[in-house]
Structures are given as structure tokens and as C-alpha cells.
């Protein structure tokens, strides 16, 4: 598109320069950069309580999902005056997005996928969020992830702690425990490994806690190690690089519970951005909890309750 079509507009005083609106981002549906910013802007209201002071990594998308993708942890040097930037291990400056044209700055970039880290700013050495990624491998799905993630909410209760979950965007389901500030990482991590491997240990024909692909198939993989201050997860609400626009979509335990049962038609829990904003609409934000919960880790009880 000639420079000549670029489309103004501004919010709060900020003026945002948006580009290239009918390029198709997803070619097998049509979504264009239009709608995924149309998405993005309906999707805020939720979706930024979720980016506010948190290190943001762009996965950036210049041709669409079916061309060359690249992750951006340092934010362009070409950003506006008003983008708010932190440094935080791994990079001296990552875009913050705290406000609606920050993320519309971001989306514009072609960037789909907002993957956010476990800390929030300024105490980047704890982590706020400990994260369960429950990944299948060939032969199992999200019927199997939702099954193993009803196991690791009873397990977690059992430490009395609450967690929620969220789709992947693609097969897996993620599970998130909110934290109040003072666990280090190297705490969480160790306390996740634990979990996973006495999943393992307990239910070796259905769960796996290394990484190896030969040891996955019909398992699900419980990852452990994306509890790390390097790492980071795909943001709720955002949008995943499928085939569709599919969102990392949060979901009720309910959902959950059915899905483990088979009782979901479909390809089971998969959302695209229109689903998600209807959902919006009539569920609020079910992961409202993970920012308002703080929660400690217990010590010493999960080996315990994990015997037997």
C-alpha cells in the first residue's frame, strides 16, 4: 500500500500511523490486518489488564501466518515518543503496552502473537504467575490436555492453591497459578518440576515430563520449564498463528471438565477472535483472577500429598 493510504487516527492525544489494513494475515480464512486490529481494539478493555507492566515479546508476522515469522524482544527503534519501554533480563528495552494505542501499535506491526513474561514491572525477580503448559504429542489432543489439567487442579488444591486455565490458541491447554510477590524463579520452577515428574511417575502412559518427541507420543507433556525469568507465554486474548485467527482463550473449569469428557463437538476447545468476543461480551474476564489472587507456595507439601 502507498504511503498515501496509510490511515490516521488518534486516542488520547497520541497519533497512530496504521498501514497495509487489507493485507490478508491468514490467507485460508481471509483475516486481514483490519479485522486483527478491529479484534485488538474490541478485545482491549480485557486484554490490557493482562499486558500493564509486563516485558512484552513481539512474534511478528510481516507476511502472514504462512510466511517468515520472527520474535522481537527489543522494542523498534523506530517506535513513537509516547511508547513506553522497560529493561528487564534479556533485553534493556521492551515495549510496554499499557493503553489502546500501544496495543494497536504492536498489531500493526503485524504482530499477532503478544507473549508476555511471568513478573510484572518492577520487581522482575519474582514471579507473579507459575505456569503449567500442557502440550500433547502425536496422538493425543486437547481431550487428553483437559484430562491431566483436572489432575493438576486437584493436585494444586490439595496445596491450597487455585489455578485457571486457558487454551493454547493451538492444541494444548495452559494453567496458570497467581502468586503473591516474593517467589523467586528458581522456586516456582522447582516446585512445577516436582508436580510434573510425580505425574510422571504416577501416570507414566499418559503424562511425560522430559522433553525428548520419542518419549511424547499419546502423552501429554507438562512444561515445566517455562517458569523461567528468560521465558515467556502467549498473553491471554491474544491471537495465535494458526490456520485461523484461533485466541489463546481463557476458559471455565466446567469447559474443561466437558472437554476431558469428549462432550465438546468440534475440534474441542478452539476459539476464534469472533467467538472470543462474544465470550467477552457474555463471560466477562475469566482470568480476571490470576491478577487479583496472591497466593503462596506451600513448603514441603506437594512431595507429601504426591506420595501414593
Sequence with gaps: MARGESTYVRLDGKVLELTNLDKVLYPQSGFTKREALR?????????????????????????????????????????????????????????????????LWVANLACLELHTELSVEPDFQWARLMVFDLDPGAGAGITECCAVGQLVRERLAESGLECFAKTSGG?????????APGHGFEETKGFSRQLAESFERKWPDRVVSRYPKRLREGK???????????????????LRAMSGPTVSTPVSWKEVEAAARGQKEGPGLRFEAEEVLARIERLGDLFAPTLELKQRLPRGRLRKASVG
Design 171 to 179: 492444541k494444548g491447554l495452559q494453567l496458570y497459578v497467581p502468586l
Design 39 to 103: 479484534y485488538y481494539a474490541r478485545a482491549a478493555p480485557v486484554l490490557l489488564r493482562h499486558l500493564r507492566g509486563r516485558a512484552l515479546t513481539l512474534r511478528r508476522f510481516p507476511d502472514g501466518v504462512e510466511g517468515e515469522a520472527f520474535y522481537e524482544k527489543r522494542c523498534p527503534s523506530h517506535r513513537p515518543s509516547w511508547m513506553r519501554t522497560i529493561a528487564a533480563p534479556g533485553a534493556p528495552s521492551y515495549c510496554v503496552v499499557d493503553d489502546l494505542a500501544g496495543l
Design 220 to 238: 501429554v507433556l507438562i512444561d515445566w520449564a517455562q517458569n523461567d525469568p528468560q521465558k515467556t507465554t502467549v498473553c491471554a486474548y491474544s
